[in-house]
């Protein structure tokens, strides 16, 4: 059964530091990795999709990259921003199934 | 439209009664998702639908829950004789073809209190 972990469960850095979020997973067998942001009280916003065959994808301030084999994301945010203070979640698509199987997500916090 | 939309927003009811929840996805989707999100659970899968069909149901909680799908495009999923434990904020998202190459994209949600 796929498991995925995202550590820290909380993080608060000052407004303008570049910062990393880590996600893992146990089976390597996925399809892809999808990043997604989740502001109070709303939906999930897709950041972005790796494909199983990339190591890493890019959208503006935001690189998130990918090792399949060690079951490792990291989805880096450059020059971090008050606006960009929410919940990220990572979330794996495995071989054989269509649904995602999500992590339990790290709150951001950008203090101004 | 140009997202997944849900409604109702904000559904409250009574232990005991049923409800229905609804998700219109984004046009030209064929794959559709629900999935759950409460405190204790973080988000979970309920179900899939291909087209009209639903190959996977496999994280439907119980027998009280079921989902359906009309002219390749709505759903709803109906809750039976709800719970206190299905209190939750119940998602939809839709995408092109199969999850293997395609993003998944949210509706907001229909956040679901059952007192």
């Known amino acids: 059964k796929q498991e995925v972990t995202q550590i820290p469960a909380a993080l608060s850095v000052p407004e303008g530091e570049n910062l990393v979020l880590n996600c893992s997973f146990t089976d390597s067998a996925i399809y892809n990795l999808q990043w997604f942001r989740q502001d109070p009280g709303k939906g999930l916003t897709s950041l972005l999709l790796i494909q199983s065959s990339q190591r890493e994808q890019t959208s503006g301030r935001l690189n998130a990259s990918l090792d399949k084999s060690s079951g490792r994301s990291t989805l880096y945010i450059a020059a971090s921003q008050p606006g960009d203070s929410a919940t990220y979640l990572c979330a794996v698509s495995n071989f054989g199934n269509e649904k995602l199987t999500f992590g339990t997500g790290t709150r951001l916090t950008i203090i101004p | 439209g140009a997202g997944v939309s849900q409604s109702p927003s904000n559904k409250v009811t009574e232990k005991g009664k049923d409800v229905e929840l609804r998700c219109d996805p984004i046009s030209g989707h064929t794959a559709l998702y629900w999935y759950r999100q409460s405190l204790g659970q973080g988000l979970e899968f309920l179900i899939y639908?291909?087209?009209?069909?639903?190959?996977?149901k496999s994280g439907l909680p119980s027998d009280r829950f079921s989902a359906e799908r009309t002219g390749g495009s709505v759903s709803t999923l109906t809750i039976q004789r709800t719970q206190q434990e299905d209190s939750a904020v119940y998602l939809c998202?839709?995408?092109?073809?199969?999850?293997?190459?395609?993003?998944?994209?949210f509706g907001p949600g229909t956040r679901l209190t059952v007192l």
């Open positions: 639908f291909q087209g009209n069909s639903a190959p996977d």
């Open positions: 998202a839709s995408s092109l073809g199969t999850a293997y190459y395609n993003e998944q994209f």
